[in-house]
């Protein structure tokens, strides 16, 4: 069983930049690929990023490719999304997930509130 707790999100200008953590709990974190998706209000949630369990392959949506980064530590069990050159179509709550492979998810956090003022 893993847990998620997603942090980092805020309220930040057009162009600036935010770091969500997602800290995982459970001895499978560090075999487990994760995820980054976001949902927006009146629309379906999305798939934002992806990094297999051993860091080595990551993948992004096009909407974030170039400004968004993935990345992840397995010796403190935490999942980053560094976004850089935000906009307001960014604003949606963002939730990370864990699963066997990246666009499988057996775990999802609770998610954090991303909003960018334009």
């Known amino acids: 069983q893993v847990q998620l707790v997603e942090s980092g999100g805020g309220l930040v200008q057009a162009g600036g930049s935010l770091r969500l953590s997602c800290a995982a709990s459970?001895?499978?974190?560090?075999?487990?690929?994760m995820g980054w998706y976001r949902q927006a209000p009146g629309k379906e949630r999305e798939f934002v990023a992806g990094i297999s369990w051993s860091g080595g392959s990551t993948y992004y949506a096009d909407s974030v490719k170039g400004r968004f980064t993935i990345s992840r530590d397995n010796a403190k069990n935490t999942v980053y999304l560094q976004m850089n050159s935000l906009k307001a179509e960014d604003t949606a709550i963002y939730y990370c997930?864990?699963?066997?492979?990246?666009?499988?998810?057996?775990?999802w956090g609770q998610g954090t509130q991303v909003t960018v003022s334009s």
């Open positions: 459970g001895r499978t974190f560090s075999s487990s690929d």
């Open positions: 997930n864990a699963g066997p492979e990246v666009g499988v998810a057996d775990y």
